[in-house]
Nanobody, 124 residues
């Protein structure tokens, strides 16, 4: 069983930056990947980024060049550094973990554990 706790969301002006953190606890001894997803009001949850055990990342086209995901396996932490934020980035951001798709995935159903979400609001 795995528990994910997110933090770092908040209100920021367009062009600003935020760093989201996701702390994982529980039985995390095998190879796994983590992902970031977001859900804006009235929209479906969408893929943002994924990072595998080795730190290899894949990003959605909408955030490439602006967002960077990283992880600290010793601390069971994953991060999402968000730069050059735009109003359209406003959403609830979720971290997620998968043991099965340990190479990473952009699919919602690939992830077995989810954080509670943290609100990111970007003002114009």
């Amino acid at each position: 069983q795995v528990q994910l706790v997110e933090s770092g969301g908040g209100l920021v002006q367009a062009g600003g930056s935020l760093r989201l953190s996701c702390a994982a606890s529980g039985r995390i001894s095998s190879d796994y990947a983590m992902g970031w997803f977001r859900q804006a009001p009235g929209k479906e949850r969408e893929f943002v980024a994924t990072i595998n055990r080795s730190g290899t990342t894949v990003y959605a086209d909408s955030v490439k060049g602006r967002f960077t995901s990283s992880r600290d396996n010793a601390k069971n932490m994953v991060y999402l550094q968000m730069n050059s934020l735009k109003p359209e980035d406003t959403a609830i951001y979720y971290c997620a973990l998968t043991f099965r798709y340990y190479s990473g995935s952009n699919s919602l159903e690939s992830y077995e554990y989810w954080g509670q979400g943290t609100q990111v609001t970007v003002s114009s």
